[in-house]
């Protein structure tokens, strides 16, 4: 019975840390996302701007 029900509670450790490793990942792509995303406005930021300004200008807004 004991070493039935440590067995078990291996299995739960085991799949928690996979859950924990599984967050862990989502975690690191999202900030990778974020990273890129950032480098993307630093590097197109002002080209959006004026095409925004210039729609903008041509609606009369």
């Known amino acids: 019975m004991v070493p039935r029900t440590i067995a078990r509670l291996v299995d739960m450790l085991r799949q928690?840390?996979?859950?924990?490793q599984g967050m862990v990942e989502y975690a690191l792509i999202l900030v990778l996302i974020v990273v890129i995303v950032i480098v993307i406005?630093?590097?197109?930021?002002?080209?959006v701007k004026n095409m925004y300004c210039n729609v903008s200008g041509s609606l009369n807004v």
């Open 16 to 20: 928690d840390g996979e859950r924990g």
């Open 41 to 47: 406005l630093m590097v197109m930021g002002n080209t």
